[in-house]
T-cell receptor, first 114, second 113 residues
């Protein structure tokens, strides 16, 4: 398996623009997580899905952020409108719920909002 | 509620010296415990994990960790640090009954030549 695949790896956008980050989890995994990493706040869980259903989105900063998982092999994290303070590295991870399986992380998307 | 505390956001050791990174957890049910490593500009990768059984677990790159239930700890050690060990290390806990992962704030390891 190729692991968790995220795209794009880097994104630079202007303030106010819409940004969409994409994630393909490992085949067979039924849990998917979106994390944000910054120097100031470390690694923060934004939202996680189980069997394509959002279970906990309490970490989503505000209404500008939304996440979807239309099927077991694809998820998106959208920021609209983007702001400079959204600049961070966004990680997607997947796992198999209820097992001893660890979370597998993608390489991340480095977002810069100017 | 579950949580993870990593003592020391920055640790420096000399090359060849013992590495000790501390992790304490809080969990209402028996936990699964993990250590991840993050190299610059990369994602997190698993070093080792404890699920059940032997409390001393060995991972990649010579690292090991011991689950001590009485101390609610899962400290990471390596007998002899190598320059390539310089990275960010994260401790995490998940629950046997669920699928949520809770991460510590990370410890940045510097290895001095």
């Amino acid at each position: 398996d190729a692991g968790v695949i995220q795209s794009p790896r880097h994104e630079v956008t202007e303030m106010g623009q819409e940004v969409t980050l994409r994630c393909k989890p490992i085949s067979g995994h039924n849990s998917l997580f979106w994390y944000r990493q910054t120097m100031m706040r470390g690694l923060e869980l934004l939202i996680y899905f189980n069997n394509n259903v959002p279970i906990d989105d309490s970490g989503m900063p505000e209404d500008r952020f939304s996440a979807k998982m239309p099927n077991a092999s694809f998820s998106t994290l959208k920021i609209q409108p983007s702001e400079p303070r959204d600049s961070a590295v966004y990680f997607c991870a997947s796992s198999f719920a209820g097992s001893t399986t660890e979370a597998f992380f993608g390489q991340g998307t480095r977002l810069t909002v100017v | 509620a579950q949580s993870v505390t990593q003592l020391g956001s920055h640790v420096s050791v000399s090359e060849g010296a013992l590495v000790l990174l501390r992790c304490n957890y809080s969990s209402s049910v028996p936990p699964y415990l993990f250590w991840y490593v993050q190299y610059p500009n990369q994602g997190l990768q698993l070093l080792l994990k404890y699920t059940t059984g032997a409390t001393l677990v060995k991972g990649i790159n010579g690292f090991e960790a011991e689950f001590k239930k009485s101390e609610t700890s899962f400290h990471l050690t390596k007998p002899s640090a190598h320059m390539s060990d310089a990275a960010e290390y994260f401790c995490a806990v998940s629950l046997m009954t669920g699928n949520q992962f809770y991460f510590g704030t990370g410890t940045s390891l510097t290895v001095i030549p």
